[in-house]
């Protein structure tokens, strides 16, 4: 079974400034599948982003079908916690 996930450069108000979107719903169902490759994979591509100066945003996708953002990761020690909360009950 494949889970899409959505990781969309987002870009609104910093043109030099890259964002990478992650849906937290898409990361869920990546836990709940014990998907850790592909959880790896977002944690790497997040990483990149921050590395190159931009910022890592959390969203969820809200009842209308907006991405309603909801937190912003812009150090490499935040994008570690939240990486290390996604993978604790992982095997």
Same mark, same amino acid.
């Given at each position: 079974m494949a889970v899409g996930v959505i990781f969309l450069p987002f870009n609104t108000q910093y043109q030099n400034m890259p964002e990478y979107l992650i849906d937290v719903a898409t990361v869920e169902s990546l !836990? +709940? *599948?014990?998907? @850790? #490759? $592909?959880?790896d994979r977002t944690f790497t591509r997040a990483r990149s982003t921050i590395v190159q100066g931009g910022t890592v945003v959390? =969203?969820?996708? /809200?009842?209308?079908? /907006? +991405? =309603?953002?909801? #937190?912003? *990761? /812009? @150090? $490499?020690?935040?994008? $570690? !916690?939240?990486?290390?909360?996604v993978f604790k009950y992982l095997k």
């Open positions: !836990q +709940m *599948i014990n998907d @850790t #490759d $592909e959880l959390l =969203a969820r996708k /809200s009842k209308n079908g /907006s +991405m =309603a953002r909801f #937190d912003e *990761i /812009s @150090t $490499e020690p935040n994008l $570690e !916690q939240y990486r290390l909360g």
